[in-house]
């Protein structure tokens, strides 16, 4: 079956840019959306934003400016970077394949990478 | 934006007790409801999705059912490695909102 696993630097300083990248095992890009979501200390998910097997890029509006998804079809692989972190970027970072159904009405996130924990801190 | 309410925020139970967690949204979803499981320090693992459909691998003592505004996840016979957090999600709309989440422990 499908598995994710994600790998990046766990902790960051103020103004830095957070990198992170997913690898897909078993699966390919097409056909589905591939998401990154985060879970800050003792709170819920949190969706950044997502890539498909086109390219198309989806962000969270209110991260948007600082957010930026690609993807390597050649590795298998898709990116996160955010730019200008701050304390309150603080989190758990989560890849994640969504699936949608109902001729794209719905979705759901069925398989997840393992966490990385980016602490920013000065 | 959608809200979800989940209640009950904790629950105690033992071992083969059946359990009932609901979640309740602010506007009509449809059936466009997912649960989640979740454990200290992993990874959210997908069990219901669309309301009443189970994932696959996930074992049939987890039941989903609603639709509208209210929906409830019920785990039957409960195991020990049932014990952990549970959210609902609303995938109506692309705001990925969810319940607080509902903290299942062992009593």
């Known amino acids: 079956q499908v598995q994710l696993h994600q790998w990046g630097a766990g902790l960051l300083k103020p103004s830095e840019t957070l990198s992170l990248t997913c690898v897909i095992y078993?699966?390919?890009?097409?056909?589905?959306?591939w998401n990154w979501i985060r879970q800050p200390p003792g709170k819920g998910l949190e969706w950044i934003g997502s890539?498909?097997?086109?390219?198309?890029?989806n962000y969270d509006p209110s991260l948007k400016s600082r957010v930026t998804i690609s993807m390597d079809t050649s590795k298998n692989q898709f990116s996160l970077n955010l730019s200008s972190v701050t304390a309150a970027d603080t989190a758990v970072y989560y890849c994640?394949?969504?699936?949608?159904?109902?001729?794209?009405?719905?979705?759901?996130?069925?398989?997840w990478g393992q966490g990385t924990l980016v602490t920013v801190s000065s | 934006d959608i809200q979800m309410t989940q209640s009950p925020s904790s629950l105690s139970a033992f071992v083969g007790d059946r359990v009932t967690i609901t979640c309740r949204a602010s506007q009509a979803i449809g059936n466009y409801l997912n649960w989640y499981q979740q454990k200290p320090g992993r990874a959210p693992k997908l069990l219901i999705y669309g309301a009443s459909s189970l994932h696959i691998g996930v074992p049939s003592r987890f039941r989903g059912s609603g639709s509208g505004t209210d929906f409830t996840l019920t785990v039957s016979s409960l195991q020990p490695e049932d014990f952990a957090t549970y959210f609902c999600q609303q995938s109506y709309d692309s705001s990925y909102s969810l319940g607080q989440g509902t903290k299942l422990e062992i009593k």
């Open positions: 994640a394949r969504r699936q949608y159904y109902d001729f794209w009405s719905s979705y759901y996130d069925d398989f």
């Open positions: 078993n699966g390919s890009f097409n056909g589905y959306s």
């Open positions: 890539i498909n097997g086109n390219g198309n890029t």
